[in-house]
């Protein structure tokens, strides 16, 4: 079955121009031209994937996203103008797994698509070690059921922010650089902005530090990247 990918945008132009190049490459698209048909649309039909424009009539990209981030765990990719860095991060906070900035290529296009929906196939591996439990003092870390615990409490993650952790997780006390983890947990081979690795720590540690000011689990090596602590 091909992967259906949900288009937000209200400029019609630009919805067809990415609607041709996705149906180009074998998936399947449904479009919505406002913020409020975009939340009916992807409740209603499931997506794979979500590109989501920030400029939208009656509700804008970021309130969508976060509403959409109460039910969803969709990768959602946010359309954003180059001049606009604050849109960037402020979704990426919002719960979105990336950003693309227009104008953009159809082959940059395309692979951060790929690159977001190959982080949707459950049960998949982004190493060779079996262990599918990690535990660290309280935290639990479940590959099976794509969960972590803090306690007997489940942290709320993204799916891109559970990946980020397993992936850490799996190799405690590697560092690894930001370019490494945009490639190994993002899938970017060559696009990609650092500062999306950034925002995901943050948004974590949000999440599964006691205090995020001083984090226990994921750890900071300035100048270098980040690791998980033992």
């Not at 804008?60 to 976060?66: L, M, S």
């Not at 790929?114 to 982080?119: D, I, S, V, Y």
């Not at 943050?202 to 999440?207: A, L, M």
């Amino acid at each position: 079955m091909n992967k259906k990918i949900l288009i937000v945008d209200d400029e019609k132009n630009i919805a067809d121009i990415l609607k041709f190049n996705l149906r180009k490459e074998g998936y399947e698209t449904i479009e919505a031209y406002d913020g409020e048909e975009a939340i009916n649309l992807a409740l209603s039909q499931n997506p794979d994937l979500i590109l989501l424009d920030i400029m939208l009539p009656k509700m804008d990209g970021f309130t969508v996203c976060r509403k959409l981030r109460q039910t969803l765990s969709t990768p959602i990719l946010m359309l954003t103008a180059k001049e606009e860095e604050v849109d960037k991060v402020l979704g990426l906070e919002l719960g979105a797994d990336d950003y693309i900035t227009k104008p953009f290529s159809p082959r940059e296009l395309m692979a951060r698509v790929k690159a977001n929906l190959r982080r949707t196939t459950p049960g998949e591996q982004l190493n060779d070690d079996k262990t599918h439990v990690y535990k660290y003092g309280d935290l639990t870390v479940d590959i099976d059921r794509y969960e972590v615990r803090r306690g007997d409490k489940v942290v709320e993650l993204t799916l891109r922010e559970f990946e980020l952790v397993k992936f850490l997780a799996s190799q405690k006390g590697t560092i690894f650089s930001r370019e490494t983890l945009l490639e190994k947990v993002w899938g970017y081979e060559y696009y990609g902005d650092v500062r999306t690795v950034d925002v995901t720590v943050r948004r974590v540690r949000e999440k599964l530090e006691v205090d995020p000011a001083n984090p226990q689990y994921i750890i900071t090596k300035r100048g270098v990247g980040y690791y998980f602590n033992f």
